[in-house]
């Protein structure tokens, strides 16, 4: 069965701060995309990034960076020196096949992240 | 590059009453999703189409639902007879394409908020 779990519901942390967000993922299947996604107040989905189950190396954006260990299921996003603009729910979701497979998303429950000034 | 649309933004009916939502896609895209998401949790996928043909319906979409996508574009969801339970944000996403367009990633529209009264 297909699951992901965000086991943070909500996280409040002071500007200029660095947070983590846990995602932890349950499939059977060895081909699967994983993804982070970020909801502000206004609902739209806004998609971070997306990595395929063969690539396990960490990457950075910016502030964001993701590390995605296989050993352990799991799929954390991290902030550097948050700010304020990235008070939002950030949802992670697993889709199973790669490459034209169509998968649909399995979202975690997501954990509603608030930066204070 | 104009992203995915969904028409209305916002719903308010009364139980009982049948209402009909629109999304249009990412112009190039071929796949198209539905999914529902309630107050506090993460979406929940509902069906997809891959061009006009309904792959795959969850067992969320009960027999009031239906979902079209008659010429492979636009995609139509209907609710009939609806009940207090219905309310919630109807997302959109779509994904797909043909070559250097192609993306497995789901793009989201705005949502479609219905509350039933």
């Known amino acids: 069965a297909q699951k992901v779990t965000q086991a943070q519901t909500e996280i409040s942390v002071v500007e200029k701060e660095d947070v983590t967000l846990d995602c932890v993922y349950e499939?059977?299947?060895?081909?699967?995309?994983l993804f982070w996604y970020k909801q502000p107040p206004s609902g739209e989905l806004v998609f971070l990034i997306r990595r395929n189950s063969f690539d396990e190396q960490n990457e950075i954006s910016g502030r964001y960076s993701w590390n995605f260990q296989k050993s352990t299921s799991s799929f954390n996003f991290t902030i550097t020196a948050s700010q304020v603009v990235d008070s939002a729910v950030y949802f992670c979701?697993?889709?199973?096949?790669?490459?034209?497979?169509?998968?649909?998303?399995?979202f975690g429950q997501g954990t509603e992240l608030s930066v204070k000034p | 590059d104009t992203g995915v649309s969904q028409d209305p933004r916002h719903k308010i009916t009364k139980r009982g009453q049948n209402v009909t939502f629109r999304c249009d896609p990412i112009?190039?895209?071929?796949?198209l999703y539905w999914y529902r998401q309630t107050l506090g949790q993460g979406p929940e996928f509902l069906t997809y189409f891959q061009n006009e043909a309904q792959l795959e319906k969850s067992r969320l979409l009960s027999d009031r639902f239906s979902a079209e996508r008659p010429k492979g574009s636009f995609s139509t969801l209907e609710i009939q007879r609806t009940e207090q339970g219905d309310s919630a944000m109807y997302l959109c996403?779509?994904?797909?394409?043909?070559?250097?367009?192609?993306?497995?990633?789901?793009?989201f529209g705005p949502g479609t908020r219905l509350t039933v009264l």
């Open positions: 979701a697993l889709s199973e096949g790669l490459y034209n497979q169509g998968g649909k998303l399995i």
């Open positions: 499939t059977r299947d060895t081909t699967y995309y």
């Open positions: 996403a779509s994904s797909g394409g043909v070559g250097a367009h192609y993306t497995d990633t789901q793009y």
């Open positions: 112009s190039e895209h071929n796949r």
